[in-house]
């Protein structure tokens, strides 16, 4: 309950510099906007970007900072009175199956977490800002990119700048967000690489990015008449944005075919990693899914058979695995709702997947009316209301939301 009443009260203080600036019309879109930044969602009511003052940009990015990894893991970092409650907050706010400890005391891993954060922005902002992006370009770029958020300074987004170099960088370190930053706990701090490249989930994570991008340059290719080239570099930035689900975007991808569009879609769902600031499934859960799936396959025909479920070298216990299927069938079942509340309400099918999708997942852009060159901004109230629910039961995991609508929790003692 705290921490789900903290992201909606932190959202509610993102309001104030939008209404003290009278940046939209209403409360409800000035709300939209703050819990899309703190969620990192990056779905934006905006119309005309440019128009707006630094001072709004700068917010606007910032609350995408904050949120990235966690405004409870912030305050569990910064003050020790939160005491032996913090590992249950932290566990309640980071996104993956289960919150791994680097070390010993949760307060520890939350500013070991936090340092790396803040370490991997500065140097993002000072290669973009050697790259020739203009300083307050490269910040406001900064704290949307790590927090794969999505939030840009200029409506067409990094498109806006037509340099490859730039294009490369924030690829780069989209990539670096979309991977559990733990990972770099024991690369860095301790020197152990190997952790890293023998991590399953990791690989699986560079497959996925590696394969939709070729898959999608072909697509390009073949249907678009653009070189290889070409089309792989749109494809890869997409590709990345997508599914580390950062929402930063070069083409307008809404006019591209049906096969690259529906594998962004599927990049959209899946998300990235455990751990990381992006959002959506996790390729973790895609992973165990995949070997529970095998794992009944074979107990379908030799039912005495007893087949661990490991990831890497670790067996994974029932308890773990119960609740990465549950958080599944509750995901999917969320976007289906979703998706006939936005249908009832008038959307096309495409929009009303796609929004619930990309807020779901806090991915920002979708498909449809709600694609990369367009905005929420004309979604009807009721659908802008369903909207920042899923932003924020996917931000907090689901469960963290959702317990709060159980009368058995309200019954606990």
Known sequence: MLVAGGWVLASAFGTLPYVLAGTFP??????????????????????????????????????????????????????????????HLVEAEVPGPQAERLTARIRDTAKVLWLLYFAFSALEFILLWLAGMPPFDALTVTF????????????????????????????????VAGINFGLFYFLLWKRQPGRLLANPEFRLYITLLIGASILIALDLTRNMGLSFGEAFRYSGFQAVSIMTTTGFVTANFDAWSAFAKAALLVLMVIGASAGSTGGALKVIRLLVLVKYAYRRIVLAFNPRT??????????????????????????????????????????????????????????????????????YLWIPPLGKVVLIICMLAGRLELFTVLVLLTSSFWRWR
């Open 26 to 87: 209403s409360y409800l879109d000035a709300y939209f906007e703050a819990m899309s930044g703190f969620t990192t969602t990056g779905a934006t009511v905006l119309a005309s970007i440019e128009s707006q003052s630094h001072g709004i940009l700068l917010w606007r990015s910032l609350t995408q900072w904050l949120g990235g990894m966690g405004i409870i893991t912030l305050f569990v970092a910064l003050f020790p009175i939160l005491g032996i409650g913090a590992a």
């Open 306 to 375: 007893v087949i661990p479920l490991k990831i890497g070298k670790s067996v994974l216990s029932e308890g773990v695995i119960s609740g990465i299927i549950g958080m599944s069938i509750l995901y999917f079942a969320i976007l289906i709702a979703g998706f006939l509340v936005m249908s009832a309400i008038g959307l096309d099918h495409i929009t009303a997947l796609s929004s619930v999708a990309a807020t779901l997942g806090n991915v920002g852009p979708g498909l449809g009316l709600v694609g990369p060159v367009a905005n």
């Open 144 to 175: 949307s990119t790590m927090p794969t958020g999505g939030f840009a300074p200029t409506t067409l987004s990094i498109g806006a700048y037509n340099s490859l170099f730039i294009e490369g960088i924030v690829i780069f370190f989209m990539m």
